[in-house]
T-cell receptor, first 115, second 116 residues
């Protein structure tokens, strides 16, 4: 079964450093997402991406965050200057088409620890 | 704004018991969709089911069943004859179609513990 893949699975970074989390969505999917889950809390929407631009973003997704689809397969989340509170599991997700209310598939997550 | 409430923070049952996880949602949108995801200790989110707002048919998949009731805005999940491998955090989520790729709104999750 096709799957969303994420790298790295775990990254430890120092406060203030830039971090890039990478995702390879399912190949024929058109909508891409990043979500965040702080340890022990619920999953929160960060941003959605369609047709090479941001479609929606939450209030969590401030100027420190950016997303990019640098080529036909990767979808990245960049955190410019990490803070301690950015420590969380970051999930990438993708779906084929909203109009058909398709299933949204999540990757296995990238654990980010900011020290 | 959308809201999903999973009032049960943690449920503990003995193996082979049936267990129901509650999910209540709020939305003003008339077209929406509901999901259940399972998060085992390894951390990934595993898709279980998607239900559209215009399809109130209940669904059964093996030991899993879902009861969607629009009248009470609930989408409850029942595991029959629970097994230790069912131990996980279960999230209910709500999505709407508004032209943009709106993200899902998740509940806080229910931690299900199945004791042998």
């Amino acid at each position: 079964e096709p799957e969303v893949t994420q790298t790295p699975s775990h990254q430890v970074t120092q406060m203030g450093q830039e971090v890039i989390l990478r995702c390879v969505p399912i190949s024929n999917h058109l909508y891409f997402y990043w979500y965040r889950q702080i340890l022990g809390q619920k999953v929160e929407f960060l941003v959605s991406f369609y047709n090479n631009e941001i479609s929606e973003k939450s209030e969590i997704f401030d100027d420190q965050f950016s997303v990019e689809r640098p080529d036909g397969s990767n979808f990245t989340l960049k955190i410019r200057s990490t803070k301690l509170e950015d420590s969380a599991m970051y999930f990438c997700a993708s779906t084929l088409a909203l109009g058909r209310v398709d299933t949204i598939y999540f990757g296995e997550g990238s654990w980010l620890t900011v020290v | 704004a959308q809201k999903v409430t999973q009032a049960q923070t943690e449920i503990s049952v003995v193996e082979k018991e049936d267990v129901t996880l509650d999910c209540v949602y709020e939305t003003r949108d008339t077209t929406y969709y509901l999901f259940w995801y399972k998060q085992p200790p390894s951390g990934e989110l595993v898709f279980l089911i998607r239900r559209n707002s215009f399809d109130e048919q209940n669904e059964i998949s093996g030991r899993y069943s879902w009861n969607f009731q629009k009248s009470t805005s609930s989408f409850n999940f029942t595991i029959t004859a629970s097994q230790v491998v069912d131990s996980a955090v279960y999230f209910c989520a709500l999505g709407v179609l508004r032209g943009g790729a709106d993200g899902l709104t998740f509940g806080k999750g229910t931690h299900l513990i199945i004791q042998p």
